[in-house]
């Protein structure tokens, strides 16, 4: 879940995100504020992840308020009427630049934006996870992966020295998984990078098993890997 917050000294500005974040379950937006000056206020008590930040406010730009703001690593998305900002938003790294008026379609591609980026943050903080078995939250280290196949709604992880069942997708799943070492070959088979003892004949070879590459991601797949030689 994202905890954000939107700043504008425009309300109906504010009706407006408020109107697309309630359509996305995976934003929390706590509360909205037409004055900068209280939000900085509550940032100074509240955690957020995430702040929807028109540039063009009257009493301190949004440019000038992010200097203020107290956690650093907090994403921005600036929400403006004004396009000559966009040079200066990716100066200070802003994640997105939604140019108003802004549709649903393209609020949500960027909140989608800011949903990857704190996920993969969290990943990279951890070299484990919990799987939830339906009896038992197991413990899983990345490490331990060998490859994972999926049927339906459930997942087989294949690990060092078991296999764990989970209810969930190949498609969740992998993209749950951290990028760079895990890779889908075939429609059910997602693999480890660094469990494979060598590639022949369109198939790849992991201990004690052997997966065959499907003709869909072949080229996307020896490109990965090739990128290792």
Same mark, same amino acid.
């Given at each position: 879940?994202?905890?954000?917050?939107a700043?504008?000294?425009?309300?109906?500005?504010?009706?407006v995100?408020?109107?697309?974040?309630?359509?996305?379950a995976?934003?929390?937006?706590k509360?909205?504020?037409t004055?900068?000056?209280?939000?900085?206020?509550?940032?100074?008590?509240?955690?957020?992840?995430?702040?929807?930040?028109? =540039?063009?406010?009257? *009493? &301190? #730009?949004g440019? !000038?308020?992010?200097?203020?703001?107290p956690?650093?690593?907090?994403?921005i998305?600036?929400?403006?009427?004004?396009?000559?900002y966009?040079?200066?938003s990716?100066?200070?790294?802003?994640l997105?630049?939604?140019l108003k008026p802004?549709?649903?379609?393209r609020?949500?591609t960027?909140v989608?934006?800011?949903?990857?980026r704190?996920?993969?943050a969290?990943?990279?903080?951890?070299?484990f996870?919990?799987?939830?078995?339906?009896?038992d939250?197991t413990? =899983?280290?990345y490490? *331990? &992966? #060998?490859?994972? !196949?999926?049927?339906g709604?459930?997942?087989?992880?294949?690990?060092?020295?078991?296999?764990?069942?989970?209810?969930?997708?190949?498609k969740?799943?992998l993209?749950?998984?951290?990028?760079?070492n895990?890779?889908?070959?075939q429609?059910?088979?997602?693999?480890?990078?660094?469990?494979?003892?060598?590639?022949?004949?369109?198939?790849?070879?992991l201990?004690?098993?052997?997966?065959?590459?499907?003709?869909?991601?072949?080229?996307e797949?020896?490109?990965?890997?090739?990128?290792?030689?």
């Amino acid at each position: 879940m994202i905890n954000a917050i939107a700043i504008d000294d425009e309300p109906q500005a504010l009706k407006v995100i408020e109107h697309h974040a309630s359509k996305i379950a995976f934003i929390d937006l706590k509360k909205v504020f037409t004055d900068p000056f209280m939000a900085l206020d509550y940032l100074q008590k509240q955690p957020i992840d995430l702040i929807f930040l028109d =540039i063009n406010m009257p *009493d &301190i #730009s949004g440019l !000038e308020f992010l200097k203020l703001v107290p956690h650093k690593e907090v994403l921005i998305i600036f929400t403006t009427a004004h396009s000559e900002y966009a040079i200066e938003s990716y100066d200070v790294e802003a994640l997105d630049y939604l140019l108003k008026p802004f549709e649903f379609t393209r609020f949500h591609t960027a909140v989608s934006k800011a949903n990857k980026r704190l996920i993969d943050a969290n990943k990279s903080s951890h070299d484990f996870f919990f799987a939830n078995t339906g009896t038992d939250w197991t413990k =899983i280290f990345y490490k *331990d &992966i #060998s490859h994972i !196949e999926g049927s339906g709604n459930y997942v087989i992880y294949y690990l060092t020295e078991q296999k764990v069942m989970v209810r969930a997708t190949i498609k969740d799943t992998l993209s749950n998984l951290p990028a760079g070492n895990f890779f889908q070959i075939q429609r059910s088979f997602i693999i480890a990078l660094d469990k494979i003892e060598k590639i022949k004949d369109n198939q790849v070879y992991l201990p004690k098993t052997r997966i065959s590459i499907g003709p869909s991601y072949r080229k996307e797949f020896l490109s990965k890997v090739g990128g290792f030689s």
